[in-house]
């Protein structure tokens, strides 16, 4: 299935949330309504002329113009073809929907993204820091984001 | 000197042998082990202390004794204390019945095998004692996991001892290594000094026996592949976590000194204990000595030599060898000898 | 043993279960121990807060982050994309030759970049070298893990002969800085080729002796039968990769389906688990995907030692790498699974954005999924199984 | 039957394998062992092998290139600007020495030898030794400094310095008042 045959079909049947694409990037990508993520993950995995049963990567992104977001990276091992999907948000209050329910591992990945970037997955299991200490102020990977100069009592050096 | 006072002198003295005995065996282990552990995986150990680390192990111990030895704050501390003194105690009595030589027995008593069984058990008292005293998670699983896997390795040590005490007919040691004098086709391995029709049809189920035993003292010691209680992977460091220094070296010295026992003792029942096995050839006082620590000697290299070979089983297959395999066998075995004995 | 031990699903006694003789409810509490950062079989600093019910496991949750090194931060901070690699090295550092190459490629797929063919088959050579060296030491610590001390050092010393390949070639042992973008730092030196193939000679009977060792020895095969088992499709959807995914019978290997560099020049085949011993996609298939996969490197290795041609290994390395906008995700069979780098450029010298996705934090987030109702001691074994390494796992 | 037949199979398999286990490792008793000891043996290291950093402060130029491509920032550099009068010599790869070189610092506590400031130093003067026995006890030691000029010879560089540029600002602003002063009187030539 090429991007473009994707593409239709999504436009075809979400519509109004399929939002932009760039079919002739790279990697051609497609932004999708941060709100409306889940239904069309659960659409994507289970459609069998897609099946995109592999989530390779879900990675947080700082797009450094107020706008927080979230590239999924999904393939399919059967038909071996490969979509980008992009959900972005506003990062005064990031809220995209989780797809954690729809693949495994998006569990550990929306947590690292909230971890390095503040996004809130809506419907997570388990809403919380994954690498950095719980009661670590900020969010590092943000463009804008001061290291603090004592953390804890201790001071951070450089 | 009132005749009794004299009399507990020499008792005390001739159980100093044994101690003696002991701390000399341990440093020869010590080294045995760690040297046959090296070359076993293609490697040198320790090359700098004496010539080829002769003198690593009174490095060791010297390093265990003056290291401090902690204990605990939520410990409880006069068990702490006791337990491996009690373990130490259970492997020490044990000494007392084995016959080194035709003349030198620590006590010849005509219950030694029965004794034995008894005090073998004295060692899970004090492993509990240990897991239990030093409040930590990993000493209790290890103390619980030995308590289960001595208890239930007693049951084939026992019925494996009985066998060979139903083919010699005595409790008492020495008696049986007497059964057994006269070279190497009286062992009762090879079935004693029976007629010989009846010697062909014990054959098999002796070895079995012998074997089973083996495998038997080989957990009762906690060595590999039976080590659960210390399971290093695992539990760190099983019930001796919490024990440093002082402490730990009885620990240490104790597990060394059950190693030794336990191959005497099995060398004595089915080997012929201190007879050598050329019949009258190079048997006497000092050389039944010679002969019984040669033989346990090799069971010990035996032990090290598996310890370095083999993985860990874990709990529920320790328990499922010891009553579906173990105990099965030496049912039959037992019956079968007490068939042929009778016929 | 015992075939058909069903493992309990509901082991967790309630308090009202368990009476006594004389009617008093006995009450039995799970205990929940720290299979802390500091623990001998965490394979480094991973805390696994247990709730253990005697020694049935109710829940394992693992906790992460001790090794935290910020690598994407300070990918953003490197003044070029050359100095990114020695801290790729550092992310996965049992097996960087690896990060190098996948880095390397994602960087010249961003790019655009074609590279010399001599070039394709030296980072085939090294690549293929490390996944045998990083194997060893999975194979070797999982030996520990079951109790067996002797295979770890045979690992080891099997281990030595390839990284002196290495420290010929590179200059370094471990943390290599070895393949760059767009070709390799230095030139095989003369003597390399026939020293690996002394390597490759030597190490086949090794092999076998291990085998013989370790993995066919009935007590390891007991511990490790139907332990951890990982159905096909939880792998899937965990989107496992590696020896994980192909242990549990899933026939996938990013070298020939999603095939980059030479790879599909060479001829080998993929190895699957087929649960010859417990069930399919148990701690034994992991191991054994891993030993036949060393010898399948193996003549990957003879094979591309062959047919290696001549030519100018820095030919294609760009004095400035300025990428425009773009974003690109390449993804690398590493010996521990599928290793991508989603890189972002936007027209400066320094990477916008450089996300690695490493498959040890994939694999081991699966881990509460196969660890429920597995004793403590089958813990260690499906961790070590997993092998993961926690500079991956945390970044 | 099938019960049973396991069951011994277990055992038989059990035995077998421990008994074949147990003569590999046996084997292996006799096999030369592979360590080196050692302080008295010392592996042979590669040519190439990356250890210490030595800095040859002569063919110096002070170009800043090793610096700006070390990822961790180890090596801390500062020059001055010699004057006309000062010949500071020609590197041995042929390239005009034109700055002093006071301060060459490598911390190589911080260093992560990747080897990348070795590449585009184009007078090659930064070199990866094999030596790896440099271990100190104080961290303090391990940054080490490769300039040799001395105090005075600094001072006496920047002195020089400072006059030179006061002479050319000096020259500069001269010619710029000169400049405004005549352009009036002077008609353009014709071309």
């Given amino acids: 299935m090429t991007p473009q045959e994707i593409y239709d079909n999504l436009k075809a049947k979400f519509g109004e949330s399929i939002l932009e694409a760039k079919l002739d990037a790279l990697q051609p990508w497609i932004r999708v309504d941060e709100h409306r993520t889940k239904e069309i993950c659960v659409f994507l995995h289970d459609e069998p002329n897609f099946r995109f049963d592999y989530l390779m990567c879900l990675s947080g992104m700082d797009y450094n113009n107020g706008a927080l977001g979230a590239v999924y990276h999904l393939s399919s091992m059967s038909h071996k073809h490969k979509i980008v999907l992009r959900a972005n948000c506003p990062k005064e209050n990031p809220r995209i929907q989780s797809v954690s329910s729809v693949w495994g591992t998006a569990d550990w990945h929306e947590r690292e993204a909230f971890d390095m970037f503040g996004i809130v997955f809506d419907g997570h299991p388990d809403m919380r820091r994954i690498l950095c200490p719980d009661d670590y102020p900020g969010y590092p990977l943000r463009k804008d984001f001061k290291v603090p100069e004592f953390y804890n009592g201790m001071k951070v050096p450089y | 000197m009132s005749p009794t006072l004299e009399s507990i002198i020499i008792t005390v003295l001739l159980s100093a042998i044994p101690l003696v005995f002991i701390l000399l065996y341990a440093l020869v282990t010590l080294y045995l082990e760690m040297k046959v552990a090296a070359h076993m995986q293609d490697r040198v150990a320790y090359m700098r202390t004496g010539w080829h680390g002769v003198l690593q192990p009174f490095a060791d111990i010297l390093k265990l004794l003056q290291k401090e030895d902690t204990i605990p704050a939520a410990a409880d501390r006069f068990l702490f204390i006791l337990a491996p003194y009690i373990v130490f105690v259970g492997t020490y009595a044990a000494f007392a019945i084995i016959p080194f030589t035709n003349i030198y027995i620590g006590s010849n008593i005509h219950l030694g095998v029965f004794f034995l069984i008894g005090v073998s058990s004295l060692v899970v008292i004090g492993i509990l004692m240990g897991g239990w005293a030093s409040n930590n998670k990993w000493s209790i699983f290890g103390a619980i996991r030995s308590a289960a896997q001595m208890v239930s390795y007693e049951i084939p040590t026992a019925l494996s001892v009985l066998i060979a005490v139903m083919i010699t007919g005595s409790l008492n040691l020495q008696e049986i290594t007497q059964f057994q004098e006269g070279g190497i086709q009286n062992w009762v391995l090879f079935g004693g000094p029976l007629p010989l029709s009846t010697k062909l049809m014990l054959l098999p189920f002796t070895f079995i026996t012998f074997l089973i035993l083996f495998t038997a003292s080989l957990a009762e010691v906690n060595r590999t592949p039976f080590d659960l209680p210390e399971a290093e992977s695992e539990l760190v460091q099983g019930f001796n976590t919490e024990y440093s220094g002082m402490r730990f070296a009885m620990f240490y010295l104790a597990e060394y000194a059950n190693m030794f026992v336990v191959s005497a003792v099995a060398v004595t029942l089915f080997l012929g204990g201190w007879s050598s096995p050329f019949g009258d050839f190079m048997s006497g006082p000092v050389w039944g000595a010679f002969w019984l620590i040669g033989k346990a000697m090799v069971f010990v290299f035996l032990q090290i030599w598996i310890r370095w070979t083999l993985p860990r089983l874990r709990v529920d297959q320790l328990m499922y060898t010891s009553w579906k395999v173990l105990t099965p066998f030496l049912f039959v075995c037992l019956f079968a000898v007490g068939l042929i004995l009778v016929l | 043993m015992s075939e058909s031990r069903v493992i309990p699903t509901n082991y967790v006694t309630k308090p009202e279960d368990l009476k006594t003789s004389s009617g008093r409810t006995l009450r039995t509490d799970e205990m929940i121990i720290n299979m802390g950062p500091q623990h001998p079989s965490t394979h480094g600093v991973l805390r696994l807060e247990i709730v253990v019910d005697g020694e049935i496991i109710v829940d394992a949750i693992p906790h992460i982050g001790y090794l935290h090194r910020c690598f994407e931060k300070h990918a953003e901070h490197m003044t070029n994309y050359q100095q990114v690699i020695p801290y790729v090295d550092r992310m996965d550092y049992v097996a960087s030759m690896n990060n190098d190459l996948a880095y390397a490629l994602a960087v010249e797929r961003l790019l655009k970049i074609e590279v010399p063919e001599r070039v394709e088959y030296i980072r085939v050579i090294m690549a293929e070298l490390q996944r045998i060296a990083s194997h060893l030491i999975a194979v070797g610590t999982f030996g520990i893990d079951s109790g067996a001390f002797t295979p770890f050092l045979y690992a080891f010393r099997d281990r030595e002969f390839i990284l002196d390949l290495f420290e010929m070639t590179c200059g370094a042992r471990l943390l290599y800085n070895y393949i760059w973008v767009g070709g390799v730092s230095h030139d095989l030196p003369p003597t390399f080729i026939e020293k690996a193939k002394e390597f490759c000679k030597y190490f086949k009977p090794r092999l076998v002796d291990f085998n013989n060792l370790l993995t066919y020895n009935e007590i390891f095969v007991k511990r490790t039968a139907k332990v951890g088992v990982l159905p096909r499709d939880v792998a899937i959807n965990y989107a496992c990769s590696g020896p994980m995914l192909r242990g549990s019978g899933v026939d996938w290997d990013l070298r020939r389906d999603d095939p980059y560099s030479v790879y599909h020049k060479l001829h080998w085949d993929v190895v699957v688990g087929k649960g010859e011993v417990g069930a399919v996609g148990d701690c034994w298939d992991r191991h054994i995907v891993r030993m036949r996969e060393m010898e399948q490197s193996v003549r990957i290795i003879e094979q591309a030692l062959e047919a290696i041609p001549a030519g100018n290994v820095q030919a294609a390395i760009p004095k400035r790498i300025r990428p425009d906008h773009g974003e690109v995700y390449v993804r690398t069979e590493t010996p521990r699974g599928e290793l991508g780098f989603y890189v972002v450029g936007d027209g400066t010298a320094s990477p916008y954005r450089v996300k690695a996705r490493g498959p040890a934090f994939v694999n081991l987030s699966v881990l509460p999924e196969i660890s429920r109702g597995a004793m403590l001691a089958d813990l260690v074994l499906i961790v070590g199984s997993i092998d993961i390494v926690l500079g991956e796992v945390d970044r | ?191």
């Fill in chain 4, 1 to 191: 039957m099938t019960a049973v037949a396991t069951y011994f199979g277990n055992i038989f398999r059990s035995l077998y394998t421990v008994a074949v286990g147990m003569r590999i490792t046996f084997k292996h008793l006799f096999v030369p062992a592979v360590t080196l000891q050692y302080p008295d043996v010392k592996l042979k290291m590669p040519e190439r092998a990356r250890n210490r950093l030595y800095v040859n402060i002569d063919d110096c130029i002070g170009c800043d290139q090793c610096s700006l491509a070390c990822p961790v920032d180890c090596i801390s550099i500062e020059t001055i600007k010699s004057t006309a009068d000062q010949d500071l010599g020609v590197t041995s790869t042929g390239h005009k020495k034109r700055l002093h070189v006071p301060k060459f610092d490598i911390d190589i506590g911080k260093c992560c030898y990747c080897g990348l400031c070795v590449y585009p130093c184009p007078t090659e003067c930064i070199v990866m030794t094999d030596v790896y026995e440099f271990a100190e006890f104080d961290r303090h030691n391990l940054l080490y400094k490769f300039s040799r000029m001395t105090e005075g010879e600094i001072g006496e560089a920047e002195t020089k310095l400072k006059k030179a540029e006061e002479e050319a600002a000096a020259k500069k602003a001269a010619a710029a008042a000169a400049a405004a002063a005549q352009p009036k009187p002077e008609p353009p030539k014709a071309p």
